[in-house]
């Protein structure tokens, strides 16, 4: 399936997540375990694919001084859909999602795509954006998800895995180990790809009196 | 052609604003009665959870529902503290009736409250009762199950509340809810001797979650109004004689 020269497009230069840094408010809080991370995958990459064409389609009659205000409303009630269905058919994990799904609301990706790409372009490149930086977003998640639920409870998706000798590593099941998690992947990315890393926003260097003056 | 003139940012915003509420209404309407049942479902299977009656391994739907009508429902009048007619106490639900004001009327779901009790070859095993109260920012609701003295917890689960979630939701985790197993909640003089507290000791205290203990401690806070005097306390007096 090839609708559109951009999808697939580069998941990994050009990720939303190890390199444009957004959307980590959710990747910390719901990558516990597989099963809920893959409903919120599918959850953001919903509410994104429906930003991006509504606000593409929209661009050319949007006025410009309530542009953010139409946006942000798409958005929301967006979400509030996709949350209304997933209390209805997946109780369980809409409350192990909590407020997350709705969180989506103030997620960087979502308004970030909108703002940055649907709004100058046509409705199809804008769909294709939508897959993959959703993509993109679903990859990181799910991949800090599996390591977090296998290396803390020994299981993937709630089936048994590792065998009952291996250790569990608690720390797993906390949030601050998908922080560290997530550190490693990027640094990880950005050894392989040494392009990605950031210029020093300081430098080390003290400034002399010329200098400042 | 120019989109920036007041008429037309106005009809622009207001058909954005018909657009999405006709989207997030049709959505809440359709989905409403749905959401109504999961909920009733995750209520009844909180009330057997508490009462051990849900067999291990998965659960299906219609373990949840035909092990729910088996149960005893009635609904205590806690002015009387004792039983009161005139209720559907398997649908009777307290908490949607203080939730929902203009619904309740002159029941305000503070003085009855649906009980369920679990029997075995006519006499008493098991009571599991309603309790709720003021966590770290919500309200907690659960089910505190006894046994037959009517003075040992049996088991409890909290399943609906509003605390963060990773930290405060832990009162759900099922290691420390067995923690709860086998506590009691007078000692022989009647007094009030539960409490989920920091280095728990004794037949009647919990050890709260460390880095929750807020919330921790609110569960056991709300379980001693509950089963206090102001609570089931006398009905459960009550309920002792009789079935003695």
């Known amino acids: 399936m090839r609708f559109d020269k951009r999808f697939p497009g580069p998941i990994i230069d050009d990720n939303p997540i190890t390199v444009q840094i957004l959307g980590l408010c959710s990747v910390l809080a719901v990558s516990r375990s597989l099963e809920p991370a893959l409903i919120m995958a599918a959850a953001v990459i919903a509410v994104l694919i429906y930003s991006n064409v509504a606000v593409s389609a929209l661009r050319t009659v949007m006025p410009k001084s309530i542009r953010l205000i139409i946006e942000v409303t798409l958005v929301a009630s967006a979400v509030i859909v996709v949350d209304e269905i997933l209390k209805a058919y997946a109780p369980e994990a809409s409350r192990v999602l909590t407020i997350f799904v709705g969180l989506i609301i103030t997620n960087c990706i979502v308004l970030g795509r909108a703002e940055s790409f649907a709004m100058h372009n046509r409705v199809l490149p804008s769909l294709a954006d939508a897959l993959n930086n959703g993509v993109g977003y679903a990859a990181i998640l799910l991949f800090i998800a599996a390591t977090r639920e296998l290396l803390g409870n020994g299981s993937l998706l709630n089936v048994k895995v590792l065998p009952d000798a291996f250790p569990r590593n608690d720390m797993m099941q906390y949030a601050p180990s998908a922080f560290f998690i997530l550190g490693l992947v990027v640094w990880a990315i950005r050894s392989w790809h040494p392009e990605q890393a950031e210029q020093p926003a300081h430098s080390a260097e003290p400034l002399s009196y010329q200098e400042v003056r | ?244």
Not at chain 2, 44 to 58: D, F, K, M, S, Y
Not at chain 2, 213 to 239: H, N, Q
Request: charged share 25%; aromatic share 10%.
């Open chain 2, 1 to 244: 052609m120019n989109v920036d003139t007041v008429p037309r940012t106005l009809l622009v915003a207001a058909g954005v604003a018909l657009f999405c509420s006709a989207m997030v209404s049709l959505a809440v309407h359709y989905l409403r009665p749905l959401q109504v049942d999961m909920q009733l479902l995750d209520r009844n299977r909180a009330i057997l959870e508490a009462a051990e009656l849900l067999p291990t391994g998965e659960v299906t739907d219609r373990d949840i529902v035909s092990r729910y009508l088996n149960l005893d429902a009635r609904v205590v009048d806690l002015d009387t503290a004792w039983f009161a007619g005139g209720f559907d106490a398997r649908s009777y639900d307290h908490w949607r009736l203080r939730d929902d004001v203009e619904a309740a009327g002159a029941d305000d779901g503070k003085r009855y409250v649906p009980v369920y009790l679990v029997r075995k070859a006519g006499s008493l095993e098991k009571i599991v009762l309603p309790v709720d109260g003021s966590g770290m920012w919500s309200t907690i609701y659960g089910y505190v199950a006894l046994r037959e003295d009517l003075n040992t917890i049996t088991g409890v689960t909290f399943h609906r509340h509003g605390e963060t979630p990773g930290v405060g939701d832990r009162i759900q985790d099922e290691t420390w809810l067995a923690t709860w197993y086998g506590k009691r909640i007078h000692d022989e003089d009647g007094a009030m001797r539960f409490r989920v507290t920091r280095d728990a000791t004794g037949p009647y205290e919990v050890d709260l979650i460390s880095g929750a203990s807020v919330t921790a401690e609110a569960t056991g806070e709300l379980v001693r109004t509950w089963l206090g005097d102001a609570g089931y306390g006398p009905f459960l007096e009550k309920l002792d004689e009789n079935e003695r």
